[in-house]
């Protein structure tokens, strides 16, 4: 199956400080990236999904000024969680497909754990 | 009224025994049905897909859609402890072009050895 990475798999920083999460499809290009959180024991969460070229399209209650991400490329799509605070610790999983219509696979990042202190 | 509902478990059960997990949903224009597999720790992973309604198997795994009830089941045949994780039921309306997946809260299973 195709393989989806994301740098870092753990994170901790300093409340205030902002933190950059990578997603990369490593063999296909992915027309559309999504980018999820995940509280312990609880399901995902869709935050935004990004077309290459496009800006994202947040879910209704996430903050597009805390959260920015770009979709620079079919292959690579980053989530900068700025001025972060403890709130923010988290389980950040993204996705990324091909296509951009019906059902397309979407194959899964294996996650990044922020800690914010 | 959440449009996805999915008891969360835990569940437990001795190893070989047939393991049902279910979802039940509101929204009639679902038509595209999947179960993920998520290890702790991990990003989800495919198990199976169904469009529509029917059954799917492969391997351990059935995958059954019941869209007059708008009720679907996993079943895991001769479960091993290896299948210790959460699954997650998941689904999009036909109307949803871009693919946003409607994710079910997950069950955590664990298989006792």
Redesign the interface.
Known sequence: ?AV?S?HPSWVICKSGTSVKIECRSLDFQAT?M?WYRQFP????M?MA?SNEGSKATYEQGVEKDKFLINHASLTLSTLTVTSAHPEDSS?Y?C?A?T?????????????T?LTVL | QKEVE?D?GPLSVPEGAIVSLNCTYSNSAFQ?FMW?RQYS??????LM?T?SSGNKEDGRFTAQVDKSSKYISLFIRDSQPSDSATY?CAM?PSYN?????I????T?LSVKP
């Open positions: 199956g989806v994301q559309t999504f024991k609880q399901s995902l869709l999904t389980f999983i996705s497909r296509g951009t219509s019906g059902y397309n696979e979407q194959f899964f990042g294996p996650g754990r | 999915q969360p595209y993920y720790r991990k990003g989800p992973e495919l897909y469009y997650l999009i072009q871009g693919g946003k997946l994710f079910g809260q997950g955590e």
